[in-house]
């Protein structure tokens, strides 16, 4: 399955360093949404963009900036992180609106080691 | 209260059992709901869609009480490939969009 693709699979960074997380979907949505999940907690929404535009961002850090150029492509800027940012980040995306009934389809997510 | 609960796990039930799970909300404002499956260490997967009126694919039902607020799947004559995390999953719409996540129940199917 290739809807939703995302790049790396596997980040290893340390704290100084600057990285991003690439996220593709190959279906035509509107909607394109970053996720955090650590282990053994509930997923966690960090942005939405609905047609390129950010809708919502919950309170995240500012080391990690979210860019939506197009409704195709979302990328998560990371900069000086911390430990506690190691996490699975899954990408998602959706048909309609953000928010709406349709389904979330997930990327297979970029697993972040930070040291 | 968390938003979105769902049943402590881990189920652990033979093949050809019958399990259900359950997930409560807390927000009236709840608009669309799913349940989720995840595989270990993979993304999830939308297993179904919840509406009101029920809905069932093959072996998997599930059921929406808006007025009691939880949703449920049940999970009839379970296979081996049924074993993983099933997420309740909630969209609402209230000063914001937001999408809630259970923290998931784990399921194992036995031999």
């Known amino acids: 399955e290739t809807g939703v693709t995302q790049t790396p699979r596997h980040l290893v960074m340390g704290m100084t360093n600057k990285k991003s997380l690439k996220c593709e979907q190959h279906?035509?949505?509107?909607?394109m949404y970053w996720y955090k999940q650590s282990a053994k907690k509930p997923l966690e929404l960090m942005f939405v963009y609905s047609l390129e535009e950010r809708v919502e961002n919950n309170s995240v850090p500012s080391r990690f900036s979210p860019e939506c150029p197009n409704s195709s492509h979302l990328f998560l800027h990371l900069h000086t992180l911390q430990p506690e940012d190691s996490a699975l980040y899954l990408c998602?995306?959706?048909?309609?609106?953000?928010?709406?009934?349709?389904?979330?389809?997930f990327g297979p997510g970029t697993r972040l080691t930070v040291l | 209260r968390k938003e979105v609960e769902q049943d402590p796990g881990p189920f652990n039930v033979p093949e050809g059992a019958t399990v259900a799970f359950n997930c409560t909300y807390s927000n009236s404002a709840s608009q669309s709901f799913f349940w989720y499956r995840q595989d270990c260490r993979k993304e999830p997967k939308l297993l179904m869609s919840?509406?009101?009126s029920g809905n069932e694919d093959g072996r998997f039902t599930a059921q929406l009480n808006r007025a009691s607020q939880y949703i449920s799947l049940l999970i009839r004559d379970s296979k081996l490939s049924d074993s993983a995390t099933y997420l309740c999953v909630v969209n609402m719409f209230a000063g914001g969009f937001k999408t809630i996540f259970g923290a998931g129940t784990r399921l194992f199917v036995k031999a």
């Open positions: 919840v509406y009101s």
């Open positions: 279906l035509g949505h509107n909607a």
């Open positions: 998602a995306s959706s048909q309609g609106r953000a928010g709406g009934p349709d389904t979330q389809y």
